[in-house]
């Protein structure tokens, strides 16, 4: 596995129509997000990293990589919950500037990860609410975390509740260094949270679905 680590970080229906784009613009900046994936990236060597930022977390290089080569994947994002239509929802990327000259939207949504191949032994949502999802009849829960298990995540580490921008990104960094240090996923998040509370910040917010595998 050449590179083992992938973040995306944006600032900010294959196609959303204008006004949806729009309503996506108006979401707040993360602005601890950039800080949070750079720190992540500095505990591995740069030839095991492919970091994008800014205006390069576009849709387009989630779909246009070969995905299986990564062990962790890491979103650092907004994410959107649809209640009526779960398949819909999704992580916010990087916006297009024009629906209209657009390839991808910039929402990548469940159904778009249903057809990712990942081989990645853990993929983290580092956003909103990106665990929840709606129970349908012989068809379990419908979300981003059956998406990416759909996809060939081992594990998958996702928010059930809103999330503070700070102390997401004092958790997750702590959460991979504690991996480098050989603790499994569920003891490293248990003992990334109990860092940061020790320090005034909150992280109940947080579940890896998948135990300790």
């Known amino acids: ?77 907004h994410g959107l919950l649809n209640e009526q239509a779960p398949s819909y929802s999704g992580l916010v990327l990087t916006l297009p500037s024009s629906a209209r000259q657009a390839q991808e939207d910039g929402l990548l949504q469940v159904y ?23 129970q349908m009849r012989g068809e379990g829960l419908i979300g981003l975390t059956r998406g990416f298990f759909y996809a060939g995540a081992g594990a998958v580490v996702v928010s059930l509740w809103k999330v503070a921008d700070v102390s997401t ?25 109990s860092c940061i509370r020790s320090i005034g910040l909150h992280s109940c917010w947080w579940g890896n679905r998948k135990g300790d595998a």
């Open 1 to 77: 596995m050449r590179s083992s680590t992938r973040s995306i970080a944006p600032e900010g229906l294959s196609i959303l129509p204008s006004s949806a784009l729009g309503e996506l613009r108006k979401l707040p900046p993360l602005r601890s997000s950039r800080r949070e994936v750079e720190g992540i990236a500095k505990l591995y060597s740069a030839e095991e990293v492919t970091l994008y930022l800014g205006a390069q977390a576009r849709e387009e290089n989630v779909k246009g990589e070969a995905l299986d080569r990564y062990r962790f994947m890491h979103f650092a994002t």
């Open 169 to 193: 990104a004092e958790l997750m960094v702590r959460l991979y260094r504690q991996l480098n240090g050989g603790v499994g996923k569920a003891e490293a998040l248990k003992r990334g949270g």
């Open 112 to 134: 778009e990860v249903f057809n990712l191949k990942l081989n990645a032994e853990l993929v983290v949502l580092s956003a909103c609410e990106t665990g929840l999802g709606k």
